[in-house]
């Protein structure tokens, strides 16, 4: 969990000097403040969801992200409670055997609307971030944007991370983990009851480029290959099937066979008649 009492404190005292550099900083701050939040839902979620499939780095469509492959608590409010007596057999349990038993509460996440800090957080950059360009030769090209401008968003940022600083706890909604191990040998997690049918996800590990098919019927990941037999000893490879895909024309994949002979892979372009590409819609 993420303590946000120093940044408030900063903002308010900014807000309080008033003078549109005091306010300016003071947008900056939300803003970092709002990256950090974001962000820190990201990294509780790390083993769950690897950078290369985050297709924004912006903070609403991070924490969406999260929401959508990883962690449906990651922008929710949830207490977390333990029993005073042991659970011994969850299934044995009705709902009023819950409800009856003694909880002590541990703690409460407070959540928040992506969109909303997605919202602030593009407008803090519009009003501070930014000056308004010229309309003329005659215009003012000011040193800061409008205090007029900056100071309402910025208040309204504070009642975000003030309402957000009440939290007593981070939680995690990744129940029902379905594990892979990849051919790299790293151990991949994933929350079961967020993954679609023939979805493809990545290894999490930073350094390997294997992806998998999910197959929802047997829970199971088809790794993502291209077949290729060797032109030397003739042996099929198991090609992974992103980088092959990120080669651009005119560029070489090379991969090394089992038998040390290197085996080049490139895009080559042809022609095709349009009886024989139906899906085809206009002239190449
Ligand atoms: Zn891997
Ligand atoms: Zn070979």
């Not at 038993?101 to 971030?129: C, I, S, Y």
């Not at 996800?201 to 829970?219: D, N």
Request: net charge negative.
């Amino acid at each position: 969990m993420i303590d946000l009492k120093d940044t408030i404190e900063q903002i308010e005292k900014l807000l309080l000097a008033g003078t549109a550099r005091d306010l300016t900083y003071a947008a900056l701050e939300c803003r970092l403040a709002i990256e950090r939040i974001c962000y820190d839902r990201l990294r509780m979620a790390h083993a769950y969801i690897p950078r290369k499939e985050l297709a924004s780095w912006q903070p609403r469509q991070v924490v969406n992200f999260i929401a959508q492959t990883a962690d449906e608590l990651a922008a929710a409010t949830a207490t977390f409670s333990i029993s005073r007596m042991p659970i011994c057999d969850r299934s044995e349990q009705t709902e009023d055997d819950f409800a009856n038993q003694v909880w002590t509460e541990v703690g409460t996440q407070v959540g928040f609307d992506p969109r909303t800090l997605g919202r602030l957080w593009n407008a803090l950059a519009n009003v501070a971030l930014h000056l308004r360009l010229p309309e003329d030769g005659q215009d003012y090209v000011g040193q800061y944007g409008a205090s007029g401008a900056i100071r309402p968003k910025v208040e309204e940022a504070l009642a975000e991370l003030r309402n957000i600083s009440g939290s007593t706890l981070s939680i995690t909604g990744t129940l029902g983990t379905i594990s892979f191990v990849c051919v790299c040998g790293f151990p991949n997690k994933r929350t079961g009851s967020l993954l679609s049918d023939k979805q493809v996800v990545s290894c999490a590990s930073p350094k390997c480029y294997e992806s998998y098919v999910f197959h929802l019927a047997e829970t199971s990941f088809e790794r993502r290959i291209i077949e290729v037999p060797c032109h030397e000893c003739g042996v099929s490879q198991s090609v992974p099937w992103v980088p092959v895909h990120r080669t651009k024309p005119g560029e070489v994949f090379h991969w090394t066979c089992i038998c040390g002979q290197e085996i080049g892979l490139a895009w080559r372009l042809f022609k095709v008649r349009r009886n024989d590409a139906p899906s085809l819609t206009r002239d190449a």
